[in-house]
């Protein structure tokens, strides 16, 4: 567990011990605002009148509901919220504006965004929700926040979550409040700094990348390689970041590389697609697509890597291009390739009953609420052993769901059916699956983050979703729903066809 998760459970716990016990009565209007959530069903009338209950706590949670039921009403209710006593119940109320995407609380978000002391915790989901809104005045709040921050006495969780709401906007042209942090000896803020500026391309950055490239910090080399693609003029440092000692390092400058035709890089491609990684070997296969002047020496190359002997993700991703060099050829590799799986409709699941949600909340909500240990899923893979802590407070419906899951089996011999270098490692649905309700929290998107694959809000059947890496840009449309504790060296050797060959619950 790193420095940042123990200080963050060491408060959980000490936050825990002082809250204010709930009563049978608070416990029941959570069910409530469970249902209401569940149904995505706006109800007013209860929302309102936990927005101003006597438990902070149920306060909290009503600005949560609004949040995940996502009815543009719910803005004025959490605006009426903003002066709350309790910070964490404003901190619930800015995550609301964020999901919300309400424009109008840009004004108020940018204040608290300033606000100091205890309320440093309000001011991250400020940031954050500045981010989803996305529009040109919640940009010029971050630019100004940004230039305005002191690099001296630096408070970096907000300025960290600053940058990469800064990034998430499209269209920006001005990016000095970024470029000001890249020097900063902060790693988590440097990292940061560089993902801001993921959709610019300017020649002016190269030599900052170049030396962020060489960065002790693999974090830091991670995302800085990331950008050093053409017309950046780097190839000969992306072929010595083909030699670095972290493995994702390598990936990217494989995959940075291929954006690149000189000769001495074209060769270094043809190496990489011979590696035992399988992480370099699939990027430097996908990278061949460009080269179709070089195809005369790519097809030799491509059939020999796609032996059946071969690693089932790089003769993947050789099939597309080999088809399209050699159709003969890539006929004969389809041939060979596991059929793709048939999508097969999913149900959603009924809507819960009170009693379901009232079993729900006393079973998770209360004893999460009490600081009690979170449940912990256990997976035993074919690559090792893997532990995930569940926030069962915070996504009840779905460790729910999950618990139960693993509990009849249906987890056991799932296959990771897809897995892509530096981003996830994710699993075909499981037996007996379901669509499952989506509860978006305050939590972030980190590497090691548990989730399901979705194509919208409460579209989402599990297999569930291992992130390899942060994923600032997926925030605010994906389940949290727990984090890798123990094995994520296990997470990020899993291959194509892998599988769960025992589940349980801890």
């Known amino acids: 567990m790193n420095r940042t998760a123990v200080v963050f459970a060491l408060f959980a716990v000490c936050a825990a011990g002082s809250r204010k016990p709930l009563s049978k009565a608070d416990i029941e209007v959570i069910a409530q605002l469970l249902v209401a959530e569940d149904a995505r069903r706006f109800e007013e009338g209860l929302l309102k009148q936990t927005l101003h209950a006597a438990h902070p706590e149920l306060r909290r949670r009503a600005a949560i509901a609004i949040a995940r039921i996502g009815d543009v009403r719910g803005m004025e209710l ?42 440093e915790q309000v ?8 981010g989803k809104i996305q529009t040109p005045e919640s940009a010029a709040v971050l630019g100004r926040f940004l230039l305005a921050a002191s690099q001296r006495v630096v408070r970096a969780a907000v300025v960290g979550e600053a940058l ?20 900063v000896p902060l790693p988590e803020l440097q990292w940061r700094a560089v993902w801001a500026f993921r959709n610019r391309t300017s020649p002016e950055d190269v030599p900052v990348l170049l030396k962020l490239s060489r960065h002790a910090n693999p974090e ?35 995959r940075a590389l291929g954006t690149y035709d000189d000769d001495a890089s074209f060769a270094r491609l043809l190496v990489a697609l011979e590696s035992f990684d399988t992480w ?16 005369s020496v790519i097809v030799p190359k491509l059939i020999a890597a796609s032996r059946e002997s071969k690693p089932l993700a790089l003769r993947m991703a050789i099939a597309p291009v080999l088809s399209r060099f050699d159709p003969e050829a ?22 819960k009953s009170i009693e379901d949600c009232r079993r729900i909340v006393a079973k998770w909500v209360v004893t999460d609420y009490r600081g009690r240990r979170k449940p912990v899923a256990v997976w035993e893979t074919s690559k090792g052993r893997i532990e995930m802590e569940l926030y069962a407070g915070d996504a009840p419906l779905g460790v729910e769901y999950m618990a139960g899951a693993t509990l009849r089996g249906d987890l056991v011999g799932t296959v990771f059916g897809r897995v892509v270098p530096n981003f996830v490692a994710q699993q075909r649905p499981i037996r007996n699956v379901s669509l499952l309700r989506d509860e978006v929290g305050l939590r972030p998107l980190a590497k090691g983050n548990l989730s399901w694959a979705s194509r919208g809000l409460d579209t989402g059947p599990p297999g ?29 050797r899993l291959e194509l066809d892998d599988a769960v060959i025992q589940a349980r619950m801890r």
């Open 280 to 295: 370099v070997s699939v990027f430097a296969a996908e990278a061949m697509a460009r080269f179709e002047t070089r195809a």
């Open 220 to 254: 830091v080399r991670f995302w800085a390689v990331r950008k050093l693609v053409s017309p950046a003029g780097a190839a000969e440092r992306l072929r010595e970041a083909m030699d670095d000692a972290d493995r994702r390092v390598r990936a990217e400058a494989t």
């Open 330 to 351: 890539g006929k004969a590799l389809l041939a060979t390739l596991p059929p793709a799986p048939v999508r097969r409709a999913i149900e959603k699941l009924p809507p």
């Open 164 to 183: 990469l709401s800064f990034g998430r906007h499209a269209g920006v042209k001005d990016f000095a409040p970024v470029l000001r942090w890249l020097d």
């Open 464 to 492: 569930y979703t291992l992130g390899l890496t942060a994923q600032p840009h997926n925030e605010g449309g994906f389940t949290a729903l727990g984090q890798v504790i123990v094995g994520m060296d296990v997470v990020e």
């Open 78 to 119: 959490l605006a009426g919220a903003r002066g709350d006593h309790e910070v964490r119940v404003v901190e619930a109320v800015a995550f609301g504006a964020g999901q919300l995407k309400d424009a109008s609380a840009v004004g108020w978000l940018s204040q608290e965004l300033e606000s100091v002391g205890l309320r």
């Open 123 to 130: 001011a991250v989901q400020a940031a954050r929700a500045l």
